[in-house]
């Protein structure tokens, strides 16, 4: 197995939609983009505004 390195920024389409449950961390910005891409899934994340 080997994994591939491609320096850009995450978008919609590197999701595999396929999954109904999603696990996220991330900063403020790109969760509120991730949980645009994954609206309909349960998406589990934490907080981290404080």
Request: proline share 0%; glycine share 8%.
């Amino acid at each position: 197995m080997s994994a591939t390195v491609i320096r850009r920024r995450m978008r919609a389409g590197d999701l595999d939609l396929v999954a109904d449950r999603w696990y996220l961390c991330a900063g403020v910005a790109l969760k509120g983009m991730v949980l645009n891409w994954l609206s309909g899934k349960q998406v589990v994340y934490e907080d981290f505004n404080y």
